[in-house]
């Protein structure tokens, strides 16, 4: 059994229950000095794979060359999953295609990240009271594309933590999934 199937199963029912977190992961990564670090994502499914759209040159870009987790937790299906992936870059041309359907200001802010500044770099004073007009400033004339940062990535997981909350006065299930030699082995673990 494919874990990644009961994971879409159970994203499935979260989203149809209207979970606002369904479509959400948590990405971390560990910073340069080892710190661990992480952050909400809109977790995508691509062609029946785990992916996210992120920028370049964002720090994070670099991190994942260490290692990626991933988080989830749907309240409305109280279910928790450690997900332990690699990754590797999502076709370009794909994300080229899918950034021409994103709204103005996240298309002005990758160029942004491109001309001027990186995501995630500190403004000064000056540059954060002009930043939004800054940012209205960049033209986007028609047919712009996405600037070559504008990235993605396909995780690929080899380790998927499953935990799910029980009613009542019982344990919760927790079951472990690990690949080896291309085989799901399945562990049932301490709550
Ligand atoms: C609900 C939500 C969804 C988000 N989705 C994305 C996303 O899909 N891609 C992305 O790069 N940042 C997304 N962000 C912003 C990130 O959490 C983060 O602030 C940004 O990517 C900078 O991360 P960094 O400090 O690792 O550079 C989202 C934030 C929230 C709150």
Redesign the pocket.
Known sequence: MNPLDTFFSDQARARELGDPTAP?CVFITTESNDYP?G????LRNIDGQLG????KS???WNQKDRGVSLQTYWPSVEIQYRIKASCAALDPEMIKQSWKQRPETPKKLDWFYERQKP??ANLEPAEATSFTTKLKEIALLDGSTAPDSAAGLLLVPFEFEKLELRLGDVPHNREKFILIEGNWQHYSMVP
């Open positions: 959400l670090t952050r909400t994502l809109v996210v759209f992120i920028n964002s720090p994070k995501q995630s």
